[in-house]
């Protein structure tokens, strides 16, 4: 069967993980293929060298409009922005803008669940995953995360299940919603891409605009930012709470987790089967039942992949325990809200690690959550100087205000950190800020953080 990109002239924009793979698939439905980086030619050796055997011509350290000359699609990488000259002159040139992540789900013969959302969408796509496997089907899990799916298309079949984590990057391209949509929370970030949390909200949005009647949407019964866009919904609205007894989803009653569909209602498991630290990750474990039991998981099945459940890495992440104190690694945190969320879940003395760089967020109540929460705050990077005015101008009511200290690099904050814990304490990193002062994304932040700790647990144990 010839693809549509057969013979068409495309010109991909972003030479990261997926454009290489769009380049790969495109090249290999026989399309004239153009890929451009802003980057120079000494900063893309690897890359360049992994697609030398393609047909690809590279047009790199800028994005010239004669790209756009006599060209048919436009393929934009998530981390590209949307203002960038030469993509607002191919939205008046009337030419198509478009990504991987929806070239591939146009083409995918499988179901699709969708999860999207401002926190937890990769541990909500990896549990859904499992409880997809474990219920005997072959689930294919990616898109935002991992290996971007287009590289797999070939080998998927109608009866398998797609789980696709979807980032506002990528959905705000979207032109079609998933049989299977779930947004999790909708709170401020990315605000340095979006600008408004009206856009940033629109993006997501489009993960439920384009579903039919025959469709179901997953959506948080606590979250305001989400509930407000279930008005979108013309299929099947299920909810998960936290709070609420819902009666199509997914909620909490007497220590378990409940799921309702049809009138009926029947226990998963108990609250104590979730290894996962955190609200908001048992949150997430609610999403990721409704998404499974909506796709004809088995409950059994859903019940045992909780059980089974790893964290994935980067994400509340143990990453050793040195001298009785905890040194977790929560590296995803890139937004005050998300470090909230991780600081609420310990009742151990905490110390924290935070700082990186800032996505134009506001960071008053985080302010007040990490004076509240914590021993000591010990703040790194490009925003150490900014959130240490935030703190010192928020108000300590009824307790000691814990000591501030700030380091120009994590490695330094780190290493002050161990020196202040005590048996029973937990050190934490929880950024609230980006990586991009300093590391090439929050993974690699996460894995100079597990590095390091075990430099640690060498140095306390020699």
Not at 39 to 45: A, Y
Not at 213 to 232: K, T, Y
Not at 416 to 434: E, I, Q, W
Request: proline share 4%.
């Amino acid at each position: 069967m010839v693809d549509e990109f057969n013979g068409k002239r495309i010109v991909i924009l972003g030479l990261g993980r997926q454009g290489k793979a769009i380049a790969r698939f495109a090249c290999r439905a026989r399309a004239e293929v153009v890929v451009s980086d802003l980057r120079p030619k000494d900063e893309l050796k690897a890359e360049l060298t992994e697609l030398a055997a393609l047909p690809i011509e590279f047009v790199l350290g800028q994005h010239p409009l004669i790209l756009l000359d006599d060209i048919d699609m436009l393929v934009v990488s998530g981390g590209v922005s949307l203002e960038l000259p030469i993509v607002q002159e191919a939205k008046r040139r009337g030419i198509v803008i478009t990504n991987d992540s929806l070239e591939f789900f146009k083409r995918t013969p499988a179901k699709v669940i969708g999860i999207t959302g401002s926190a937890g969408k990769t541990t909500t796509t990896a549990l859904t995953g499992a409880m997809v496997e474990q219920g005997g089907r072959q689930a294919w899990i990616g898109g935002n995360i991992g290996r971007p799916l287009i590289d797999e298309l070939n080998n998927m079949e109608s009866d398998d299940i797609v789980v696709q984590e979807l980032s506002s990057f990528q959905l705000e391209l979207w032109s079609r919603s998933p049989h299977v949509a779930a947004i999790l929370n909708i709170t401020p970030n990315h605000l340095d891409r979006h600008r408004t949390m009206e856009a940033y909200s629109a993006a997501k949005s489009n993960i439920l605009r384009y579903q039919t009647f025959e469709d179901v949407a997953v959506i948080s019964a606590d979250d305001p930012g989400a509930s407000a866009l279930q008005e979108l919904v013309k299929g099947r609205l299920r909810h998960f709470s936290l709070e609420l007894m819902v009666e199509d989803g997914a909620y909490i009653r007497q220590g378990k987790i409940w799921l309702a569909d049809g009138g009926q209602a029947w226990v998963v498991c108990d609250l104590d089967d979730i290894p996962l630290r955190g609200r908001h990750n048992v949150s997430n474990v609610l999403a990721s039942a409704a998404l499974a039991n909506s796709v004809g998981i088995p409950n059994e099945a859903i019940n045992q992949a909780i059980k089974s459940f790893t964290p994935v890495e980067h994400r509340m992440e143990l990453v050793a325990v040195i001298n009785d104190v905890q040194y977790i690694n929560d590296s995803i945190a890139t937004a005050p809200e998300r470090a909230i969320a991780a600081l609420d879940s310990f009742s151990e003395p905490l110390i924290l690690l935070a700082g990186g760089r800032d996505k134009d967020m506001v960071w008053d109540e985080w302010a007040k959550r990490a004076l509240a929460t914590t021993k000591a705050i010990v703040l790194f990077g490009d925003l150490a100087d900014y959130l240490e005015s935030v703190l010192l101008d928020t108000s300590v009511a009824n307790h000691a205000r814990p000591p501030i200290l700030r380091f120009n690099n994590m490695s330094e904050a780190l290493f002050a950190a161990s020196t202040l814990a005590m048996p029973g304490d937990v050190v934490l990193l929880a950024p609230g800020g980006t990586s991009f002062d300093a590391y090439v994304d929050f993974a690699a932040r996460g894995e100079a953080f597990r590095r390091l700790v075990h430099q640690i647990g060498i140095q306390k144990t020699v």
